[in-house]
């Protein structure tokens, strides 16, 4: 994905998420406007990188991360997680999977980048679905937490949290059969500037 276009996108899908805010704010919805500030913020995580770190992440990713977030937060404050349920919540769980499976593989090779594991393909491949599982697991432990303790209500029953975590493994395997294929373009495309590289006067 071009690099200009990717950056437009993801501009337009935070402003959408500031917008859902802001009408959270004005209809007093105050818990969904934490989350979407918390994922207005997290959007923001791949410049922090590349600006303190030197990580470039690949334009496609970076629109990833946002379009995920953005699913998340217009799913809560526009209540479409309950208006088109169980189809919203299953395709923004697919989306979110593929993301934090990209996540998985990009952190990995950073990882390998900066020390000397030099995990192969096989072994980053299999990373990524466990990664993605884990993550996923994580998710479902936090939305029990809220359900419990806030009220409120991300687990309707007990296929729903299965179902969820059955599109995690679907969205892992996905990003891992895509890896498989295209692993040398990908790890060309997550670009880590040393830390000892001069800037050129």
Same mark, same amino acid.
């Given at each position: 994905?071009?690099?200009?276009?990717?950056?437009?996108? #993801?501009?337009?899908?935070?402003?959408?998420? +500031?917008?859902?805010? %802001?009408?959270?704010?004005?209809?007093?919805?105050? %818990?969904?406007?934490?989350?979407?500030?918390?994922?207005?913020?997290?959007?923001?995580?791949?410049?922090?990188?590349? @600006? =303190?770190?030197?990580?470039?992440?690949?334009?496609?990713?970076?629109?990833? !991360?946002?379009?995920?977030?953005?699913?998340?937060? &217009?799913?809560?404050?526009?209540?479409?997680? /309950?208006? $088109?349920?169980?189809?919203?919540?299953?395709? #923004?769980?697919?989306?979110? #999977?593929?993301?934090?499976?990209? %996540?998985? $593989?990009?952190?990995?090779?950073?990882?390998?980048? +900066?020390?000397?594991?030099?995990?192969?393909? @096989?072994? !980053?491949?299999?990373?990524?679905?466990? $990664? /993605?599982?884990?993550?996923?697991?994580?998710? &479902?432990?936090? &939305? +029990?937490?809220?359900?419990? $303790?806030?009220? /409120?209500?991300?687990?309707?029953?007990?296929?729903? /949290?299965?179902?969820?975590?059955?599109?995690?493994?679907?969205?892992?395997?996905?990003?891992?059969?895509?890896?498989?294929?295209?692993?040398?373009?990908?790890?060309?495309?997550? =670009?880590?500037? @040393?830390?000892?590289?001069?800037?050129?006067?």
């Amino acid at each position: 994905m071009n690099e200009k276009v990717g950056a437009i996108l #993801s501009y337009i899908l935070q402003a959408l998420i +500031f917008v859902y805010i %802001l009408i959270g704010i004005l209809e007093r919805n105050y %818990l969904p406007v934490i989350e979407g500030v918390i994922a207005l913020f997290i959007t923001f995580l791949p410049l922090i990188l590349k @600006k =303190r770190w030197g990580i470039h992440l690949p334009a496609s990713l970076n629109l990833l !991360i946002v379009l995920s977030l953005y699913l998340h937060a &217009e799913g809560r404050l526009l209540s479409f997680y /309950t208006l $088109f349920y169980p189809y919203y919540d299953k395709i #923004s769980h697919f989306v979110g #999977s593929a993301t934090v499976a990209l %996540l998985g $593989f990009a952190m990995v090779i950073i990882i390998d980048r +900066f020390t000397k594991i030099n995990l192969n393909k @096989k072994a !980053i491949i299999f990373f990524i679905i466990i $990664f /993605t599982m884990a993550i996923g697991g994580f998710w &479902e432990i936090l &939305e +029990f937490t809220s359900d419990s $303790f806030l009220g /409120t209500t991300h687990q309707s029953n007990l296929t729903d /949290t299965m179902l969820d975590l059955i599109f995690d493994l679907v969205g892992g395997i996905f990003i891992a059969m895509i890896t498989n294929i295209n692993y040398e373009v990908m790890k060309r495309q997550i =670009r880590v500037k @040393k830390r000892n590289e001069k800037k050129r006067i």
